[in-house]
């Protein structure tokens, strides 16, 4: 089945350092979304990337959607203590309904 | 602050007791989805409603059964679970199955199985 992996599993940075968090996908998709979740929260949705090659900036976040779109990134420039929680991509198949999610990236800042 | 209200927002039961979790969204939305997730782990899908009909059953164990009785609420019914039950359970909602739009999840209720 559909496997959608994110490395790496955890990452701990100074505050103001930048963070690069990948999403890599077993089978081609249709779509990706990214969804940041805070320590006991749930998840949130950040951002939607359909074409091939994509690129979209959200402030210090930078998301890309890989060529043969199997794979994608976000980038967080000069990470804040607020970026603190676990990113996770979640992959959309074609023609299927369901989002399968990655195995996610959990972000430490330390100021 | 989220529009997908979802209760209670904590469950202890026992494994021989019966009780139901509530989902409710007033976006119009028209899918609705449940997802199971264990402590850093992703979000797990478990069941997916389309136009209040059941779309996708991720071959959930029937102890778990879902219901969707309107466009605005979704049930997770329960009944004699394990103690591996325990876990968040989300519930998601979004335009429609076809949208490419986003998945907007209530805060989730953290069932804990004794």
């Known amino acids: 089945g559909q496997q959608v992996m994110q490395i790496p599993q955890y990452q701990h940075v100074q505050e103001g350092e930048d963070f690069t968090t990948y999403c890599n996908s077993s089978?081609?998709?249709?779509?990706i979304q990214w969804y940041k979740q805070r320590p006991g929260g749930h998840p949130v949705f950040l951002i939607q990337?359909?074409?091939?090659?994509e690129v979209k900036k959200q402030k210090r976040l930078t998301f890309q959607f890989g060529e043969a779109k199997k794979n994608s990134s976000l980038h967080i420039t000069a990470t804040q203590t607020t970026d603190v929680g676990t990113y996770f991509c979640?992959?959309?198949?074609?023609?299927?309904?369901?989002?399968?999610f990655g195995t996610g990236t959990r972000l430490k800042v330390l100021a | 602050d989220t529009e997908v209200t979802q209760t209670p927002k904590h469950l202890v039961m026992g494994m021989t007791n019966k009780k139901s979790l509530k989902c409710e969204q007033h976006?119009?939305?028209?899918?609705m989805y449940w997802y199971k997730q264990k402590a850093k782990k992703p979000p797990e899908l478990m069941f997916v409603?389309?136009?209040?009909?059941?779309?996708i059953n991720e071959s959930v164990p029937s102890r778990f059964s879902p219901e969707c009785p309107n466009s605005s609420l979704l049930n997770l019914h329960l009944h004699a679970l394990q103690p591996e039950d325990s876990a968040l359970y989300l519930c998601?909602?979004?335009?429609?199955?076809?949208?490419?739009?986003?998945?907007?999840f209530g805060d989730g209720t953290r069932l804990s199985i004794l």
């Open positions: 998601a909602s979004r335009t429609g199955l076809l949208s490419n739009q986003p998945q907007h």
């Open positions: 089978t081609t998709l249709s779509n």
């Open positions: 990337l359909v074409k091939s090659g």
């Open positions: 979640a992959g959309g198949a074609s023609g299927t309904y369901k989002y399968i």
């Open positions: 976006m119009g939305h028209r899918a």
């Open positions: 409603y389309s136009y209040e009909k059941l779309s």
